[in-house]
């Protein structure tokens, strides 16, 4: 079965600053890949996606990420937060291949942005 | 486009009561549609999903049961609610193998 580690819980980051969430996961064949964000109270907004193809995947926000296979790590990362963007960052992995499977999150990391 | 729905936002329930979650899905047919809880403090864990009407899979053992008796339509429900059903549930519908969310229903089993 597949898994999802975020390692971090808690990030702080200040306005204008660099972001980087870390994603491994584990699964025995090419997973799809997934971050979505929540803010409080509200459901998961998808940010981006990773099926095939270029490693680099670019998403709503001005957020991108980056798959690794040698490191099964999908981190996400921007290169100047706002405040806006204070909220759970959620990284999932799917089965894919047009079946029903549901996906498989990790815990969850959540950003702080300092002024 | 495709809009989700979910009602209640918000509802507080006394244990031993029974439950009944609405989730509706427009702008698309014949979905795959799921359930998701979110518990405090831990990420989102599968509890139902369903590929049609009336075919329902159950991904984790419990005090919850889901239906689909409408294309669109997809019901969480109990007949005893305990402290543990808690938590805020989310459902979702598939295209081409990504999920979009609903904006979800917080529980509060009191």
């Known amino acids: 079965a597949q898994s999802v580690t975020q390692p971090d819980i808690h990030i702080t980051v200040s306005e204008g600053a660099s972001l980087e969430l870390r994603c491994n996961y584990s699964y025995g064949a090419t997973p799809y890949l997934f971050w979505y964000v929540q803010s409080p109270g509200q459901g998961l907004q998808l940010l981006l996606k990773?099926?095939?193809?270029?490693?680099l995947v670019q998403g709503i926000k001005g957020f991108e990420a980056e798959f690794k296979r040698s490191q099964s790590s999908f981190n996400l990362r921007k290169p100047s937060v706002h405040w806006s963007d204070a909220a759970e960052y959620f990284c999932?992995?799917?089965?894919?291949?047009?079946?029903?499977?549901?996906?498989?999150f990790g815990k969850g990391t959540h950003l702080i942005i300092q002024p | 486009s495709q809009t989700i729905h979910q009602w209640p936002a918000t509802l507080v329930q006394p244990v031993g009561s029974p439950l009944s979650l609405e989730c509706t899905v427009e702008g698309t047919s014949n979905p795959n549609l799921y359930w998701y809880r979110q518990a405090a403090g831990r990420g989102l864990q599968l509890l139902f999903y369903s590929v049609g009407i009336g075919q329902i899979s159950s991904e984790v053992p419990q005090n919850l049961s889901a239906s689909r008796p409408q294309d669109r339509q997809f019901i969480l429900s109990s007949k005893k609610l305990l402290l543990s059903d808690s938590g805020f549930y989310l459902c979702?519908?598939?295209?081409?193998?990504?999920?979009?969310f609903g904006p979800g229903t917080r529980l509060t089993v009191l």
């Open positions: 990773y099926f095939s193809g270029d490693t």
């Open positions: 979702a519908w598939s295209f081409r193998d990504t999920q979009y």
């Open positions: 999932a992995v799917g089965v894919g291949g047009g079946g029903a499977d549901g996906l498989t």
